[in-house]
Structures are given as C-alpha cells and as structure tokens.
C-alpha cells in the first residue's frame, strides 16, 4: 500500500511505530485525534486489550513447528469510517497501542499527511541508529579466525 504516505507502505509504516518511543506515538496521536474529531466521522474502537501470544518456533534437526513460550502483547483496533487502524506492542501498555492504532489509520487516510510522514522518517533515523549501534557491539566481538 503505497498511496497512503509517500516512501513507506503500511507495513513498514507499522513496524516504524512498534519501535518508536510510546510517548512519541502517544503525543502524535494526541494531535490526530484532535483532526479526527473535526472530520465529522465518528471514531470507534472496536479492540483495546492485552493478552497472550505463542511464540513458534522451527525445529533446525527435524523441521517441526514447538512452541517456546508466550509472549504479554497489547493490541488494539479503531475504526474510522470504512478504515481500520491496528497497534500491537510487546507488554500491557493500552495506550501505546491504541496510539499506533490511530497512527495507523491516519497513515491509511492521508490525514495530517505532513505530521505522520515526518514522524516516521525520524521513527526510521532513530531505528537506523539503534542496528547501527548494535551492528558495532556484534562487529566488536567478531573473532578473525585466520589469526589463530
């Protein structure tokens, strides 16, 4: 879904919020929600809860499918005319969730086009920054086999 803000489909458009600071996300649902009240439409959340996921994972040896453990998400759906908006985050926090939900939708709607668009080109320089800095941890203990 490209249409809906330039540079970023939905999906990346998600994954940029899950990884955003909440109070990020939390603040600039705030001023979408404010936009969302004027259009006239009413916005209706459908799901904002907490629960368990599974976490499956793939057997290297045998190629089959176990479960590890489970995981505390939050997830949340609004609606917003004909769209739906969705946020899912690791742990019990309800309105960050909701928040990413909205984000979501004002992303699918092109509403505050401008605002959205730029909080998550800074959301993708922050989460470059972090696998930069991870990158150099992991790059720090990389043993040259060769000198041995």
């Known amino acids: 879904m490209k249409d809906a803000s330039e540079g970023f489909d939905q999906s990346t458009a998600l994954g940029l919020t899950a990884t955003a600071s909440p109070d990020a996300v939390k603040a600039l649902a705030e001023t979408l929600l404010t936009a969302l009240e004027d259009s006239g439409t009413p916005l209706t959340v459908v799901e904002n809860r907490t629960g368990l996921v599974m976490l499956p994972y793939r057997d290297t040896v045998h190629g089959s499918l176990f479960h590890v453990g489970e995981a ?60 930069g800095a991870l990158f150099a941890q992991v790059e720090a203990t990389r043993v040259q086999m060769e000198t041995f």
Do not use: P
């Open 72 to 131: 505390l998400i939050a997830e949340a759906r609004v609606r917003h005319g004909s769209l739906e908006g969705y946020g899912a985050c690791l742990g019990r926090d309800l309105e960050f969730a909701l928040g990413m939900a909205i984000v979501d939708l004002a992303f699918q709607s092109g509403l505050l086009r401008d605002q959205v668009q730029a909080f998550l080109e800074a959301a993708a320089a922050d989460d470059a920054a972090r696998q």
